[in-house]
């Protein structure tokens, strides 16, 4: 019944977004910034914040409601270090949106993923990097399979596992070997592609690029996303796309400004509480410079929606290729 109920959900969400352009298809917010772990690559952590207070999220989240979000999804740092995430998921739920969260599954026991269940969580991603924890990053498949298991168990929500490329993964058969276990139980999985360094777009190690297309194989197989971009990036080749971030999707970061995305955060960096229909349409005809080389799933995903559409005909301020790109690593598939 749950997974009906998200179905009708989804279905509503898609009409909507293909029919209306004038509200974000997907939100992600930030109720902490603190994690408890410090992957080599990530720049989205620290170790020492507090989280945002739930009456602050609380009001976060009715004016993402206002703004008629589809998806709201919350991330972090690691978003179960916050006290009060099982009633920011609930009002989520009230304001009409898909609930998600983007964890490392450190903290899921089968208690805490039964109160996710009565929360009313619609989606939970973990990004699972390697088979063996190492010093580039400790999500791993042997720390992280009895949480998968418990997540196999109890969860009524939709899981999906992201396996990743690049970035400084040493082994990349890695990423086949953590989406073939996700598959057996009965999680869909998805592939992310890190690219670092000094932000020029490479293509894929040979073997590198093997595993890729294992993984997409294993993901036709099992209707997982498929990220169309992902070809472009596995080659060395810039995409042409029209990035909608500011207005089809946000990126609300812990002082409630709202930025393109995690790796543009600066712009346009207004509060969330300011931003009107107005930001939404400008943004949705903006330019952003450093399209044709992200990686950033979500964004290229939700794009899709308005592909053939609305050519984008206002320049954006320069924006820096991001450094480290990791963000398909935190955004896929949910
Ligand atoms: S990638 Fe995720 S788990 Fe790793 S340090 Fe960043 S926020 Fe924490
Ligand atoms: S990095 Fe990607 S998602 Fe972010 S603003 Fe640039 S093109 Fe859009």
Redesign the pocket.
Known sequence: MRALSRHVREAALVAKGAALTDHPIMAHIIPIRRCNLSCAYCNEYDDFSKPVSIEVMERRIDLLGRLKTGVITLSGGEPLLHPDLDRIIGRIRKNKALAGLITNGYFLMPDRIRQLNDAGLDYLQISIDNVMPDDVSKKSLKVLDKKLQMLAEHADFHININSVLGGGIKTPEDALTVGRRAMELGFTSTVGIIHDGDGQLQPLAPRERAVFLAMKELEKKHFSRLNYFQENIANGRPSDWR?R?GSR?LYVCEDGLVH??S??RGYPAKPLEDYTLEDIRREYLTK?S??PL?T?SC?HQISYFDFFRAPQTIESAP?EQ?SNQLVSIKSAGV
Request: net charge positive; aromatic share 14%; glycine share 0%.
């Open positions: 990035c971030a999707y393109y995305c790796q543009q952003k450093c399209a992200c950033i964004v924006l991001a």
